[in-house]
């Protein structure tokens, strides 16, 4: 999978290279250099500009972007190293990878780290490229790129030798003013190609993991990419004892340097923030997605979901066959309760994007968007949510990313109920209303249930009819009797002299397994409270008969009882039709 996604990101290189004559401006464009100091120094020695770049890492985007941003970006991808254990300055105090470059972390003045010593470390190893490299296999790397690239130039090298001993530690006299933290980088004005010439003298000799497993074929050197690969001795699993050559694959040099803007391109939109990256098949086209955003059209491909790390981290990638941003039939998250909606919630969904804002909001709190991924170890949310968060997003993600409805209906009806439950304990029932409605609304949605909202407004007409009425009626159907009997229990916890009247008490009703067992304790309810309730209380009197007086044919609905209990009691409803709290 992750060939097909170079081949497309390829793909989109070469187009973008074309338009703009540099072939890798598609990864300069999306190229986030790291927080500091940069300075570009012209060719006359003196300091052309400076700019300070830092991200924000809230809203992740660049704070004052300055004017020349896009120059700062060329010369900083130029001049980096591929890790820093691939470093030219061997004691690592040095970050660049050229002699038209310095990249200091500005720390290693203050703890000494940087001194004449290091400096000349540097560019004794720039001035002498090829003494570096001992080993047989790292000197012929090396070699191959000498042949492309030319010698170094060594004037324009002691030129910037001069210059950096000279002026880095009085640079307050030259107008700079380091803050002690980030980089501080400083760039020679040059040549485009003299930049992307001497970082290829680098970079190839680099590219690979480790230069010991390269081969030669036919005058072309292969080895092991170094992208999200290494073999080392903490990692013998990783080769092939069975064959003569232990390495699990080999790609060229081209196709490493492909990886590595492959690699680079999505490092960028990690720091940006956009960790959805999918690629279209049919278009071509590269979609990277923050976590609040969606693509708004159909979509068949790939998807990777990636994060910032030491290295460019791949956590998750898949096939996308049939995404649809507009959902194939509209969402329509009815109010059977009939309870208030200030939020206006309770309206019809038309595509996933808003589906999705929905059950955030709804099932977990705000929780779900910007959690997706997030290791258990790290939420920063605990309990039920936390519990139901872990069971359920890698099911809606399929389903709302991927358009893969397989066990969705049952994992959202099995958090909806798990969740009312939690909501209804913990003395939030507008949350568990919310929740049951939205239960509900699934059911029919996924075409377990129909006309459900028609079902419940007839059964809560029905029963407020008949606990109105005068003399004895009865209840018709199962679904009348559990919500009933959820009305009668709701009732009669409101008559608990508690200060803070908890809706704990209901769970063991929810929790019964046989109808006999649910009178039983309905009656001992009775014989609790039943001194506070007046003996000419029509209503109460009304649906006790209606409860006690019907045997249900089915199995216990425990979401058709819990719907009563949260529902508006019909008990406490003024004759004008107005509810009254508890």
């Known amino acids: 999978m992750l060939k097909d996604c170079l081949e497309i990101f390829e793909k989109e290189l070469k187009r973008v290279g074309e338009r703009t004559g540099n072939p890798d401006q598609l990864v300069l464009d999306n190229y986030i250099p790291s927080d500091g100091l940069y300075l570009i120094v012209d060719r006359d020695g003196k300091i052309q500009s400076q700019a300070e770049i830092k991200m924000n890492k809230k809203t992740r985007k660049l704070e004052n972007e300055p004017l020349n941003y896009a120059r700062i970006c060329f010369l900083d991808y130029y001049s980096q190293l591929v890790s820093m254990d691939k470093p030219q300055d061997p004691k690592k105090v040095i970050h660049s990878n050229n002699y038209l470059s310095f990249w200091v972390k500005q720390e290693s003045f203050q703890n000494g780290k940087l001194n004449d010593e290091a400096i000349e470390r540097y560019y004794h190893v720039l001035e002498n490229p090829r003494e570096k490299y001992i080993k047989p296999k790292d000197r012929e790397m090396y070699d191959y790129i000498a042949k492309k690239v030319g010698e170094v130039d060594q004037e324009k090298l002691l030129s910037n030798k001069k210059w950096i001993l000279e002026h880095i530690f009085s640079l307050e006299e030259l107008g700079v003013k380091l803050s002690g933290k980030g980089y501080l980088k400083i760039f020679f004005e040059d040549d485009d190609n003299i930049y992307i010439r001497e ?16 081969i030669k074929i036919d005058g072309e050197i292969f ?13 013998p699993f990783l080769e092939h004892k069975s064959r003569k050559l232990i390495v699990p694959y080999l790609i060229s040099s081209n196709e490493a340097l492909l990886q590595k803007k492959f690699f680079d391109y999505l490092m960028s939109k990690a720091a940006a923030g956009k960790t959805n990256v999918f690629f279209d098949a049919e278009s071509g ?22 994060k910032k790390g030491k290295e460019l981290e791949i956590h998750h990638q ?9 959902l194939k039939k509209k969402f329509s998250y009815q109010n059977i309760l009939q309870t208030p909606d200030p939020d206006e919630i309770y309206k019809d969904y038309r595509n996933v994007g808003e589906l999705q804002g929905m059950l955030n909001e709804v099932l977990f709190s705000n929780w779900l968007i910007s959690n997706y991924f997030t290791p258990a170890d790290e939420l920063a949310v605990e309990g039920e949510i936390a519990r139901n968060l872990m069971f359920a997003r890698e099911s809606i993600f399929a389903w709302l990313y991927k358009g893969k409805e397989d066990q969705i209906a049952a994992v959202l009806d099995q958090v909806c109920k798990n969740l009312m439950l939690h909501w209804i304990k913990n003395n939030s029932v507008s949350k568990a209303q919310k929740q049951w409605n939205l239960k509900i609304s699934l059911k029919e949605y996924f075409g377990g249930e129909k006309k459900m909202a028609v079902l419940y407004q007839e059964i809560i007409e029905k029963l407020r009819n008949k606990i109105r009425q005068k003399g004895n009626s009865a209840i018709e159907s199962d679904e009348e009797y ?12 409101s008559l608990n002299k508690a200060k803070d009247k908890m809706h704990s008490l209901a769970n063991p009703f929810f929790n019964l397994k046989r109808d006999e067992r649910l009178k039983e304790k309905l009656l001992e309810f009775f014989m609790k409270y039943n001194y506070r309730i007046q003996e000419n209380g029509s209503r109460f009197n009304n649906l006790y008969y209606l409860v006690f007086n019907y045997r249900p044919e089915g199995k216990m609905r425990q979401d058709v009882m819990v719907a009563g209990y949260i529902a508006d009691n019909l008990i406490y409803e003024s004759n004008k039709e107005e509810s009254v709290n508890e």
Do not use: E, H
Request: with cysteine; net charge positive.
């Open 199 to 214: 970082n290829n003298r680098y970079l190839v000799t680099k590219i690979f993991n480790k230069n010991d497993y390269n």
């Open 223 to 235: 080895g092991l990419p170094n992208d999200n690969m290494g073999m080392n001795s903490k990692k």
């Open 285 to 306: 086209k590269i979609w990277p997605c923050g976590k609040d955003d969606m693509i708004k059209q159909n979509f068949t491909g790939f998807f990777l979901q990636i």
């Open 318 to 326: 898949d096939s996308v066959v049939d995404y649809r941003f507009r």
């Open 482 to 493: 559990y919500f009933a009997a959820g009305q009668l229990l709701r009732y009669f916890i």
